[in-house]
């Protein structure tokens, strides 16, 4: 048991229910062509995005991290026609190889691609005064997860759910005297979630075809 079990059983489990379409699939060829890293979440994952933004009836999403805009396309999918789904990314070329995917999706009207730091873009959103996000997906820099959170609080509403990606890193999570940032990152995420008041939340363990990692579910109390 091990890495070639989780990936043939998450190529069993997407082929019998996941349901990854023509679009999905050229999303992933087109963002491999250009060069783009392969980190983009699992198709059952995207499934597992989907339908939490049905569940909750959700008509805006942040999203903080794009790249070729997989995930992205996964969640706008889930939202009514008069939806909306914010994705920030740094680099330009990921952004421009996800618009590309997002065009071919057919859903330009809905997600719009923001360039620059997260936390720079958090900002300026910020400033719009914008109706608050119903779902809120982080997935960048690791290490900028707990800046996340906060801005995540300021711009959701009460019953609005926070995902987070790659919190588990291979088990590295439990081990308090990591030296990578990235296990710091997620550890300092985790930690302000459990000490906020009015945040309640879990961790899913995952294995597949990205390794053993997992997500972070949180949810603003009403
Ligand atoms: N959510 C995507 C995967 C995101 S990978 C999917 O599942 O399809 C992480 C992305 O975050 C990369 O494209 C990377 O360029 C971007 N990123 C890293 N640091 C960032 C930062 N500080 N601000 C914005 N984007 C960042
Ligand atoms: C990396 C980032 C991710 O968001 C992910 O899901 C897997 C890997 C990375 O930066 O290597
Ligand atoms: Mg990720």
Same mark, same amino acid.
């Given at each position: /048991?091990?890495q070639?079990?989780?990936? #043939?059983?998450?190529?069993?489990?997407?082929?019998?229910?996941?349901?990854?379409? #023509?679009?999905?699939?050229?999303?992933?060829?087109?963002?491999?062509?250009?060069?783009?890293?392969?980190?983009?979440i699992?198709? !059952?994952?995207?499934?597992?995005?989907y339908?939490?933004?049905?569940t909750?009836?959700?008509?805006?999403?942040?999203?903080?991290?794009?790249?070729?805009?997989?995930s992205a396309?996964? /969640?706008?999918?889930?939202?009514?026609?008069?939806?909306?789904?914010?994705?920030?990314?740094?680099?330009?070329?990921?952004?421009?190889? $996800?618009?590309?995917? *997002?065009?071919?999706?057919?859903?330009?009207?809905?997600? #719009? *691609?923001?360039?620059?730091?997260?936390?720079?873009?958090?900002?300026?959103?910020?400033?719009e005064d914008?109706?608050?996000?119903? /779902?809120?997906?982080?997935?960048?820099d690791?290490?900028?997860?707990?800046?996340?959170?906060?801005?995540?609080?300021?711009?959701?509403?009460?019953?609005?759910?926070?995902?987070?990606d790659?919190v588990?890193?291979?088990? $590295?999570? !439990?081990?308090?005297?990591?030296?990578?940032?990235?296990?710091?990152?997620?550890?300092?995420y985790?930690?302000s979630?459990?000490?906020?008041?009015?945040?309640e939340?879990?961790?899913?363990?995952?294995?597949?075809?990205?390794?053993?990692?997992?997500?972070?579910?949180?949810?603003?109390? #009403?």
């Amino acid at each position: /048991m091990g890495q070639s079990q989780w990936t #043939e059983v998450d190529e069993f489990l997407e082929r019998l229910l996941v349901g990854e379409d #023509e679009v999905l699939a050229a999303a992933i060829a087109a963002s491999q062509r250009a060069g783009l890293p392969p980190i983009q979440i699992s198709a !059952a994952q995207g499934k597992l995005l989907y339908l939490l933004a049905k569940t909750l009836g959700a008509r805006r999403v942040l999203e903080i991290g794009t790249l070729g805009g997989y995930s992205a396309i996964w /969640m706008a999918r889930a939202l009514p026609s008069s939806g909306h789904l914010i994705s920030l990314e740094a680099s330009p070329k990921h952004a421009e190889v $996800a618009s590309a995917n *997002i065009t071919r999706a057919g859903l330009v009207g809905t997600v #719009e *691609i923001r360039v620059g730091l997260a936390a720079d873009s958090l900002a300026a959103l910020g400033g719009e005064d914008p109706e608050p996000f119903d /779902m809120v997906f982080i997935d960048a820099d690791k290490a900028g997860y707990p800046h996340y959170l906060e801005w995540a609080l300021k711009l959701t509403r009460p019953g609005s759910l926070i995902v987070a990606d790659n919190v588990v890193r291979g088990g $590295a999570v !439990a081990d308090a005297l990591s030296s990578d940032s990235n296990v710091q990152g997620v550890r300092a995420y985790l930690e302000s979630v459990a000490a906020h008041p009015n945040l309640e939340g879990t961790v899913m363990q995952t294995v597949g075809v990205k390794g053993y990692d997992g997500l972070s579910i949180v949810r603003v109390l #009403e």
